[in-house]
């Protein structure tokens, strides 16, 4: 198989697709977080699904942001910087979940303890470390690298606009859940599902139109001055 601009394009739109539905899949029945714990299968493969969601995520913005970069200019390429440092620091929260916590739960109880209520925005008892900037970090670069990059997409009018608007509406109301009460938080997380999904569909049916553009910005124009003369 010959690998083009194109068919990475498509496997973008794919990977933002799969990104949106684990989004959405990992959000139906889940425990509440003081009846939660990190020793059971049911967390880790709930972490595992979220790490592969973050990680096809990722690949799903960038292949938006590459599929526009011209067009998306400075605010585009801020945006999706900030966006991805969100997504590359919430796939290390979800590998810390999913394999340094379980094994921490018997001899550390109080440090896993903090960890868990620190990463659903409440407040560690003692030090977790670097841990309190890399949940920081998650929390700012999602919210404000959304909010930023879907006004961006909005812009460009490439992918679907409604999709874009969706992504940066939705990624900003998720500031909200931390006054809102922890019944908010599986609703407000499905629209950013949709958006992603929407976005990756949107990305796929216009894979092809970036070969088309490159084309016409390096294809050589011919001054009329130098075309041979018709006799």
């Not at 991805?84 to 919430?90: F, I, Q, R, T, V």
């Not at 998720?174 to 908010?184: D, G, I, K, N």
Request: a neutral charge.
């Amino acid at each position: 198989m010959t690998i083009t601009a194109t068919t990475l394009t498509r496997a973008a739109g794919l990977a933002s697709v799969a990104a949106g539905l684990i989004f959405i899949g990992v959000q139906i029945n889940h425990p509440a977080t003081d009846t939660f714990t990190t020793e059971t299968t049911l967390w880790v493969s709930r972490e595992c699904a979220k790490i592969l969601m973050a990680a096809l995520a990722l690949a799903g913005i960038t292949g938006m942001y590459l599929r526009q970069h011209r067009k998306a200019g400075l605010l585009g390429l801020v945006g999706y910087l900030v966006f991805a440092a969100g997504y590359l620091a919430m796939f290390s929260v979800e590998v810390i979940a999913a394999v340094v916590l379980p094994n921490l739960v018997h001899s550390e109880p109080g440090f896993v303890d903090d960890v868990v209520a620190s990463a659903n925005g409440g407040s560690a008892n003692g030090d977790i470390g670097g841990l309190q900037i890399l949940f920081a970090l998650m929390g700012a670069g999602t919210i404000l690298g959304g909010l930023v990059f879907g006004i961006a997409l909005f812009r460009t009018r490439v992918l679907a606009r409604w999709a874009a608007a969706l992504l940066a509406v939705s990624t900003v109301a998720l500031a909200a859940l931390v006054v809102l009460p922890e019944s908010f938080n599986r609703p407000l997380a499905v629209p950013v599902g949709i958006a992603l999904i929407a976005l990756g569909v949107s990305l796929w049916r216009n894979a092809g139109d970036n070969v088309h553009e490159a084309s016409a910005e390096t294809a050589p124009s011919v001054s009329p001055v130098l075309q041979p003369a018709v006799r």
